[in-house]
């Protein structure tokens, strides 16, 4: 019996393996992955869905997030990228630099919206008058750049500098005021558990003396009333701080800052309240006009000059508000 079916099969193989043949280069261009990354239109992600406070109300549909959709290229997704103006062909390099790979760009990106949203509590809590406890700071290198001579590796969490504890980032940026060319620095750092003792030398980038690492802290904050965080493993990036940190502190005053506006917003925070620059600002207008937006807070310099041009190129209706710090965003709402 068994015979019989594989001789059938066998002679189905046969009779058509032009068939058969051309299906799997088929299937393989479809499906194989190029070195190119696509940046395209995003959308925007209601807040509410990604935070909690206990015992409060993050009001829905009020205060969202703009985010770009970044994929692998395919081959027909590169083709279409030539005849789609609103796709942006990205050679693979510049997203997974030669020295690094996507499990350690991974780490970043995750990282980074670790740090985002710790500083997002902070600044949101401290605004509204609250204070939250930080303990525990850890240092972990979540770049290293492919002029770097050193055997530090992504992940690294960062003990002491020539034999300096290094307790937070003003401990790192003391240190490196005392850098010299070519300085060897012995650099203590935990690994998987593991104490052990690496080198980084200094050299020279843009008239600063470096050794070409980018550091992020993660630590442990504790509020009251307790913060818990939605967000899941596919979500990345440090872009939402701005609104996370604005959201945060509408929710615990109850201000309504959103006046039954749909606000979008993009732009980093710092532990001080400050909005830094983000990429991907063209794709993030076009998330937000198609999710029918009204008000669209994005960090003044570039960026706004960027969403500006691309504003008058389309005539979107939608209102662009430049901030530089979260009581610019703030302090808008409070006048509208």
């Given amino acids: 019996m068994l015979n019989k079916i594989y001789e059938q099969i066998l002679k189905i193989v046969k ?25 395209a239109p995003g959308g925007v992600s209601d807040i509410s869905e990604k935070l909690e ?15 770009v959709y970044e994929f692998r290229a395919t081959l ?53 008058g609250i204070d939250v406890l930080i303990k525990d700071p850890k240092l972990l290198i979540t770049y290293i750049d492919e002029n770097s001579k050193t055997n530090l590796k992504i992940g690294d969490e960062i003990l002491s500098i020539n ?25 203590e750092v935990k ?5 052990l003792k690496r080198e980084a030398k200094v050299f020279r980038e843009d008239d600063r003396l470096i050794i070409g690492i980018i550091i992020s802290v993660d630590q ?16 990345s990036g440090p872009s939402g701080g701005l609104m996370m940190s604005l959201t945060i502190y509408d929710t615990l005053t109850g201000s309504n800052l959103s006046k039954d506006k749909k606000i979008v917003g993009t732009g980093t925070i710092d532990i001080d309240g400050n909005v830094g620059e983000i990429g991907g600002i063209k794709y993030k207008i ?21 969403i500006i041009e691309e504003q008058e190129e389309n005539n979107y209706n939608i209102t662009i508000v430049p901030v530089k710090t979260i009581d610019d965003a703030i302090n808008y709402l409070k006048n509208l």
């Fill in 15 to 39: 009779n058509n393996y032009v068939f058969f043949i051309g299906l799997l280069i088929g299937f393989a261009l479809m499906t194989i992955k190029l070195p190119y990354y696509i940046n």
């Fill in 53 to 67: 406070i206990k015992g409060y109300t993050i009001k829905p549909d009020s205060f969202n997030l703009a985010y």
């Fill in 76 to 128: 027909p997704s590169f083709l279409y990228s030539y005849i789609n103006q609103n796709w942006e062909l990205i050679p693979k390099e510049k997203i997974v630099l030669p020295n690094e790979n996507r499990k350690e760009v991974k780490f970043r990106d995750q990282m980074m919206l670790k740090e985002s949203l710790q500083n997002a509590i902070i600044v949101g809590y401290k605004k509204a």
């Fill in 163 to 187: 034999n300096i504890k290094t307790k937070n980032l003003n401990d790192i940026k003391t240190i490196s005021k005392s850098f010299n060319l070519d300085d060897l620095l012995e650099v």
């Fill in 191 to 195: 690994r998987d558990g593991e104490i």
């Fill in 220 to 235: 442990e904050i504790e509020t009251d009333p307790e913060f818990i965080s939605k967000f899941d493993e596919a979500d």
């Fill in 286 to 306: 076009k998330g937000a006009i198609k999710d029918k937006m009204d008000i669209f807070f994005v960090p003044f310099g570039k960026n706004y000059e960027e």
